[in-house]
């Protein structure tokens, strides 16, 4: 059906839903953020997401039970083995939902399959690097290689999580976030920073013929509004709504989070 010829599916991948293939409900393939996996991205909303979907993802080299890449990540290569997973498990066409990374991902995916995506949601992420990002991403990938994990953990946790989320938590709880934070960090995040670096879909997003949800988290301090409103502005027919987080729905709103992706999918029929 792709116009493509998709390679074989080698990335290890999540399915989740009431079965595997076409008939087992709409198709929903996830594509996770950078230092992170399915699990770790999507991982409080999986079932609630799997209860009306058939979901696939997969983990990039680094992450989950994908092996680390010896050579720079591409994002064709990410949105391909991401289509090639959700195809193997029987599914001809499918909605998907890209997290920070992972909507750079999601866009080039549709961007080069445009006949297998129903849908597209975009949560907390960019249509290239700006200044910021710019700066944010060396010092991350610095940190990740320097291999002191508590260290880029408290920087991930002052950079990722909502003001309002940060100032809420009790003081004596902040070293245990920090504690799960760093163990939670996927080997392959240099490689993951490096692409995030280099990734530009700008091209992409006036071609996008899918129903498009950008979903701009508020209180962002990786990926800025700016950029989640450019997305919104280029995409044709995109439709913006605001959440009020930081980088991280899954954990400060996770409820609210599903409630917008499942809502929008049900609205356009994916």
């Known amino acids: 059906m792709s116009a493509r010829t998709l390679p074989e599916a080698t990335f290890a991948r999540t399915v989740l839903g009431s079965g595997s293939g ?5 198709g929903l393939a996830l594509a996770h953020g950078a230092g992170s996996s399915v ?4 991982g409080p909303i999986l079932e609630g997401l799997a ?12 992450s989950g039970h994908t092996p680390r890449s010896t050579t ?15 195809v193997t498990e029987g599914l001809d ?11 750079p991902v999601a866009i080039r995916a549709a961007a080069r399959h445009p006949e297998r995506v129903t849908a597209l949601v975009l949560t907390a992420t960019f249509p290239y690097r700006d200044n910021h990002l710019a700066l944010a991403l060396p010092l991350w990938r610095k940190l990740a290689e320097s291999g002191d994990r508590e260290v880029l953990a408290e920087y991930l946790t002052m950079m990722a999580m909502g003001a309002d989320a940060l100032e809420a938590m009790p003081a004596e709880q902040l070293p245990e976030a920090i504690g799960f934070t760093a163990a939670s960090i996927a080997d392959g995040t240099p490689e993951h920073a490096e692409l995030a670096l ?10 996008i013929k899918a129903p498009t949800l950008v ?11 700016r950029l989640h409103h450019q997305l919104a502005d280029t995409i ?27 809502t929008f999918l049900a609205r356009h029929g994916a």
Not at 72 to 86: E, H, I, K
Not at 93 to 103: P, R, W
Not at 236 to 262: D, K, S
């Open 198 to 207: 280099r990734a530009d879909v700008r091209d992409d997003l006036p071609h």
């Open 51 to 62: 209860a009306r979907h058939t979901v696939v993802g997969v983990d990039y080299p680094g």
């Open 22 to 26: 076409s008939g087992s409900g709409p």
């Open 93 to 103: 066409t499918f909605a998907l939902s890209g997290y920070s990374l992972g909507g």
């Open 215 to 225: 979903i701009s988290t508020t209180q962002d301090r990786f990926t800025s509004t």
């Open 72 to 86: 720079p990540l591409s994002l064709d290569d990410l949105a391909d083995q991401l289509v090639a997973a959700a």
């Open 236 to 262: 044709p027919g995109a439709q913006l709504v605001e959440i009020h987080t930081g980088h991280l729905p899954m954990v400060e709103r996770p409820e609210e989070w599903q409630n917008l992706i499942t």
């Open 39 to 42: 699990a770790g991205t999507y």
